[in-house]
């Protein structure tokens, strides 16, 4: 059974602003919710249909019908997690590092996040105007991955600003990729879906990159931020494990 | 002013079944219009709020209030155009193909279709059970790339089974992608966003592929079909340009 405080604290988390006023993020389904349950993640209240066998001061067995008045999906699935907001860990520059500029898109987000643990990326700060990690729309994006990048959001300029290392941003005009040794470290920048990196933190670039096109001259104009960014980590990867 | 038989139509257009009857699509946004009437497609009717200073026999000026009766969109963009769908060009097998089987994720598509435009690979094979390419949410995420990839929906096993190229696939089991020299030719075939490569069309793939992962053990268990197929198209072209 749900209490109205319940539901009351599960709806304000789909407000970002509530998210960091309480300190809480709701996550969906039971496989993301068992991978968080592994990490260093920890569990407030679970709410869901079928039991996991954990601690009964957090697990909350609901019908159907109470998980959906409480679910931000239309097709809920089986359980609801709220977790704590994790304080991020201090970045290690000693790595490539991933930075975003005002990344708009949980969509993109997500499969961004998703991308960074794929390619071992343990960093990834994002400028103050990038969505929330803790959207429920980028957590549906990731699949679990969220809980191993860790993920500061600071003031972008003022970062790369005290930077010791390379920083690479991809830009129409820049270098060839695939024709460039790339570093181990340093940090990458990805711009905004619709405006690229701006004219501030292009500023603080030291390596302009491209991504060569190979269609036709009329072609398309650019990639999507979140598949751009595979092919840059791809890149930046491919030549460290053989 | 909009006859009730034309807002019929652009209904009707929302249903794929309705779409291979009538043998159209809508295409929405100014941008999008703009470079489909640049290309080979054929416009049959244009719903415009601004004159595109076009064939005034195919041009409709209507109302914000009547596009938004007509409109896909939660926020109409200006204008909506009914173009006829094209007869796809036979493929052309002298280069690097993609095929997909059974991806079924309109924005997934719309990304490969921007993908093969940026990559320039001319021909998109499309199992019959992958997502049709004239769904508005696809068209969404083409941006106009659509005109510029000759898609043809076919029986995969079949069109595989007759290939006379080198037929590829993605898998967690093949070969490091990074240390295999990879051919100008061939068919590269990627899997449903669930389930990957079925087993009949995995017994057509004669080149096993990975991705190989850089994060720890515990990472994430597969890319997006959308990422992958972006550091896949990378490289079998990035040898290919310099």
Known sequence: ??????????????????????????????????????????????????????????????????????????????????????????????????ALDDVRDPGNLGTI????????????????????????????????SISRVNINYVDLDAFLKEAQKPVFGAFMDGENVYNRALSKEGILVMGNEANGISKTIEARVTKRLAIPRFGDLQATESLNVATATAVLLSEFKRGTRR
């Not at 954990?54 to 097709?75: G, H, P, Q, V, Y």
């Open 1 to 98: 059974m749900l209490s109205k405080n319940q539901i009351k604290l599960i709806n304000r988390l789909g407000q970002k602003k509530f998210r960091f006023k309480d300190g809480f993020f709701v996550v969906e389904g039971i496989k993301t919710i068992n991978e968080l349950l592994q990490s260093h993640f920890e569990l407030h209240q679970l709410y869901t249909t079928e039991s996991f066998n954990i601690d009964a001061k957090t697990e909350n067995l609901i019908s159907e019908t109470d998980l959906k008045r409480i679910s931000f999906l239309k097709t809920p699935n089986k359980a609801l997690a709220v977790f704590k907001i994790p304080e991020p860990k201090p970045v290690d520059s000693k790595y490539l590092i991933l």
């Open 113 to 144: 996040i998703r991308l960074c643990d794929w390619f071992g990326i343990k960093d990834l700060v994002c400028s103050k105007q990038t969505v929330d990690c803790y959207n429920p729309k980028v957590l549906q994006a990731t699949m679990g």
